[in-house]
């Protein structure tokens, strides 16, 4: 390494701007649009292209590739964005593309996320803070992740599925469809199986939350009428702000339907 932490191995494009106090390792190619905030570290081999910033204090570990182009046949080569924030930590293997004109132009990651060796976030995936993205696991386009969730090995996320705050997907699922805030999916083929109970008590959720958590879940499972309509009649009687979320989410507009409880 040189006295600024740059190995003389690395290949920075000019025009990259690299802030204070990063570490690039041999063999790294940096390209010419790519912002690196303080304090980055790249370990040897890593790949950033494109129009791409990464947050302060993140790091990257060897052999990953971020911000390529998108895995889209629309895609023209329009100029498109990845952003990713700060103290996120990207492993070995991982891929991460750029957005599409047609899927607003930029993906992101937020902050303080880890995204495990040989894991895809495809074009146009908004990821929130806090999310783990397990082993091999793979979100297609246009997937939104709301903050802290937790994504299981070898998982699969269908193109545009929304998965809400606080949710966990096992191991070796399919995701077709929307997922609830704090839902707990499991199966190959993603079933609603309940709550994701350990999260909220690790999170250190109030236990009259989860109460509330409960009770709506079994209303949302057993209710009258249509998932949408037992979730807007939970939005009018509840005093929790964590079941208000869900009935947030349930009511906005989606690409994709919902999985509900017992269904895959």
């Known amino acids: ?11 920075i494009e000019d025009g990259a701007q690299i802030g204070a106090g990063c570490v690039i390792g041999p063999f790294c190619h940096i ?16 790949v950033v292209k494109g ?21 889209d046949l629309k895609f023209q080569g329009e100029r498109t964005r990845l952003v990713i924030g700060a103290r996120t930590r990207i492993r070995e293997n991982v891929t991460i593309n750029t957005g599409t004109a047609g899927g607003g132009g930029v993906t992101r990651v937020g902050d303080d996320c880890l995204l495990m060796a040989g894991c895809h976030i495809a074009h146009d995936v908004q990821v ?32 545009f599925v929304r998965i809400g705050r606080g949710a ?16 707990l999916v499991q199966a190959p083929r993603g079933v609603l199986d309940g709550l994701n109970l350990v999260g909220l008590k690790r999170r250190g959720v109030a236990r009259a939350d989860i109460t509330a958590l409960r009770a709506a879940f079994q209303m949302l499972a057993q209710g009258e009428g249509t998932f949408q ?10 005093e929790s702000a964590y079941v208000a979320h869900i009935v947030d989410f349930v009511t906005s507009s989606s690409e994709r339907s919902f999985l509900t409880p017992g269904q895959g």
């Open 168 to 183: 966990i997907i096992g191991a070796v699922t399919m995701v077709t469809h929307d997922v609830i805030p704090y839902g």
């Open 128 to 159: 929130g803070d806090r999310v783990i993205v397990v082993n091999n696991a793979a979100l297609a386009g246009h997937c939104v992740v709301e903050d802290d969730v937790i994504i299981g090995g070898l998982s699969g996320v269908h193109q």
């Open 51 to 71: 129009d791409t910033s990464i947050g302060a204090g993140s790091t990257i570990y060897s052999f990953a590739c971020v911000g390529e182009i998108p895995q």
């Open 31 to 46: 390209g010419p649009d790519v912002r690196l905030a303080d304090g980055v570290t790249l370990k040897s081999h890593v």
């Open 1 to 11: 390494m040189n006295a600024g932490g740059i190995h003389p191995g690395a290949i």
């Open 229 to 238: 309509e037992r979730a807007r009649r939970l939005g009018g009687e509840t």
